[in-house]
């Protein structure tokens, strides 16, 4: 079993933008843009936007006059054209290299395409399972992606270790069930929860 500061897992959850990999140039580019192009303040959907999926973010701030699929699909198209600025984090690569391949799996707010736009970009290799946008109904920071990773991993979640970084990730993490470590510093850690700013 994987082993995280002497604690024994039977499977790792990772987030990836933010935890596999710092994407935050290109997403607050690309919805900075998209807000000004609607007349809407960019900074209240820069504060939350991190770890949460396109269409819960136009829901909340577009308003209901906007043609979701269709705006969506700009939004993803341009964070797929735009790797300026995309790396990975530091140390996840070896990192994740050194767990037998059906011990973790990625759970995203992204949709699957630019998950492994931006994984194959920066070199982090491809999981067997990954959970993206599409696979769920309730986005972060409902806890429905974290519990179907586990679910496709063959193991309770009680039994995982999640990585996040974003407060509607680490929300989601919590309420799986799962152990949270937290990647960065856009989370208060709980008292057993560890910091992490790169991977051992």
Sequence with gaps: MPQFQNRDFAAFLFDMDGTMVDSSRVVERVWTAWAQRHGIDPQPLLAVCHGVQGKDLIRRFGGSGLDLAAELKGIEAAEIADLDGVVAIAGIADFVKRLAPGSWAIVTSAPRALAVKRLEAVGVPLPQVMVAAEDVTCGKPDPEGFLKGADLLGVPIEA?????????????????????????????AGEHEPVLYCYP
Aim: hydrophobic share 50%.
């Design 160 to 188: 995982c270790l999640v990585f996040e970084d974003s407060p509607a990730g680490v929300a989601a993490a919590r309420a799986s069930g799962a152990r949270v470590a937290i990647v960065g510093d856009r989370v208060e």
